[in-house]
């Protein structure tokens, strides 16, 4: 439960990325067509053919998630096992039995997390590698339709492309830990609405002593 808390609190800090970036894309993609005319549509283009990859990524960094939660789980509630039974563990020596579970469990749970790794690398890869893309493409239509390129508009195009820079840097960092806040908020919310133990140990009346206060 602390680390899925955890991961709704990252979200919270970085939350409003989620909509300052999509703006600060925009105005920058208005000022380039105002730049750059028609041409920047192959720039469009190419941003607009990256986002059905992302979310297909993200769908599978969210499966993942669960997946690797699901054996943390497993692995935490069997260590919990062996270090309350300890001393029985011993007395049988089943020290060796217990330590494969354990490596097994955990090595699953490492597959997991590799593969997530792997896909947030694959997604960040593909947003840093955006801006490159799409001056490339916008300035080679520039060029195929008959403008000149001069260094006035180059300059400034590359400028309001290094804008483009940040906002699409930190917005697949922003997706890939609104997936983990997703995954650990559900969770938490099924660990909240469990019944008590012993329900005998609430209180839910207000006691004498404060009501006379």
Known sequence: MTVD????????????????????????????YVTMGVAVMAGLVTLLLLIPLNLLVARLVRKIQVKQLKNSDERIKLMNEVLSGIKVLKLYAWEESFISKITAIRNKELQYIAKSLYLNAGVSFTFICAPLLVSLSTFSVYVLLGNELTAGKAFVAISLFNILRLPLTLLPRVVVNFIQAQVSNHRLEEFLKLGELQPGNVIRNMPTHCKSK
């Open 5 to 32: 808390a955890q991961r709704v609190v990252t979200l919270v800090e970085t939350f409003n990325q989620l909509w300052s970036a999509p703006l600060q894309i925009c105005v920058a993609v208005y000022f380039l």
